[in-house]
C-alpha cells in the first residue's frame, strides 16, 4: 500500500534541477508532497486531485498521472533551502500513506 | 493561528509500562492522523480519525496500541506494555477533512519522542 518513490537520494549544485517521482499500486484520488528538514515536523508543498486541480506552493511545480497511478514533483533553480526530505503521500479516498522518502541535498 | 500540538515532547519509560501520547488537532479540523517515524524514516500510518470515529485502525502494529478521540477534537495514541522496538517519533496531524476528494493537505504537529528503556 505504501508508494514507491525514486529517487531514494539526489545531490545538486544551487541552481540545477531534480525530479522526484511517486507511484503507487492503488488508485489514487489525490497526490500530497510534503518536506521535511532535519529536526522538524513535515510540511505541506503541494496536492494534486484527480481531475487536474491541484493548489500548492508557487514555486513548487507537480504532475500527477491517473491512469499510471504516478506524480512527480519538479524542483528547478534549486535553492539552498531546498534541502530535506521529500515525502509523496496517497490518498484512495480511505486514509494516507507515505513513501519512504527522497533525501534532496543542495549544495553551494 | 494555533497549530497542531503535541505532548509530552519527550517521554522516556520503561520497557512494560503503559504511555499515553496527546494530539490537540487545528480547532475545525474534522480529520485526524497519527503516524510513527523512526530516526530517518518515513512517516508510517497508524490509524486516522474522521470526527470521533476511526475509519481505518489497520496501520496499529498490534493490539497493545489503541488510539480514541473524544469531542471531535483531541486524541490520545496509548501505548501498552512497551516495547523497545515502540521508541520512535510519533507524529499527528489534522486535516479539515479526511478523503481525496477535497483539498486536504495535513498541518502535523512537533512530535512526542518516545524512547523505551
Known amino acids: 500500500q505504501q508508494p514507491v518513490q525514486s529517487p531514494q537520494a539526489v545531490i545538486l549544485r544551487e541552481g540545477e534541477d531534480a525530479v522526484i517521482n511517486c507511484s503507487s499500486s492503488?488508485?489514487?484520488?489525490?497526490v500530497h508532497w510534503y518536506r521535511q528538514k532535519h529536526g522538524e515536523a513535515p510540511v505541506f508543498l503541494m496536492i494534486?486531485?484527480?481531475?487536474?486541480e491541484q493548489k500548492g506552493h508557487e514555486k513548487i511545480s507537480a504532475s500527477f498521472n491517473e491512469k499510471k497511478q504516478q506524480s512527480s514533483l519538479y524542483l528547478t533553480a534549486s535553492q539552498l533551502s531546498y534541502s530535506g526530505t521529500y515525502f509523496c503521500?496517497?490518498?484512495?479516498?480511505?486514509?494516507?500513506?507515505f513513501g519512504a522518502g527522497t533525501r534532496l541535498t543542495v549544495k553551494p | 493561528g494555533a497549530g497542531v500540538s503535541q505532548s509530552p515532547s519527550n517521554k522516556v519509560t520503561e520497557k512494560g509500562k503503559d504511555v499515553e501520547l496527546r494530539c490537540d488537532p487545528i480547532?475545525?479540523?474534522?480529520?485526524l492522523y497519527w503516524y510513527r517515524q523512526s530516526l530517518g524514516q518515513g512517516l508510517e500510518f497508524l490509524i486516522y480519525?474522521?470526527?470521533?470515529?476511526?475509519?481505518?485502525k489497520s496501520g496499529l502494529p498490534s493490539d497493545r496500541f489503541s488510539a480514541e478521540r473524544t469531542g471531535g477534537s483531541v486524541s490520545t495514541l496509548t501505548i501498552q506494555r512497551t516495547e523497545q522496538r515502540d521508541s520512535a517519533m510519533y507524529r499527528c496531524?489534522?486535516?479539515?477533512?479526511?478523503?481525496?476528494?477535497?483539498?486536504?493537505?495535513?498541518?502535523f504537529g512537533p512530535g512526542t519522542r518516545l524512547t523505551v528503556l
Open positions: 480519525f474522521q470526527g470521533n470515529s476511526a475509519p481505518d
Open positions: 492503488k488508485a489514487l484520488y489525490s
Open positions: 480547532s475545525g479540523h474534522t480529520a
Open positions: 496531524a489534522s486535516s479539515l477533512v479526511a478523503g481525496g476528494s477535497s483539498y486536504n493537505e495535513q498541518f
Open positions: 503521500g496517497t490518498d484512495n479516498n480511505n486514509d494516507m500513506r
Open positions: 494534486l486531485l484527480k481531475g487536474g
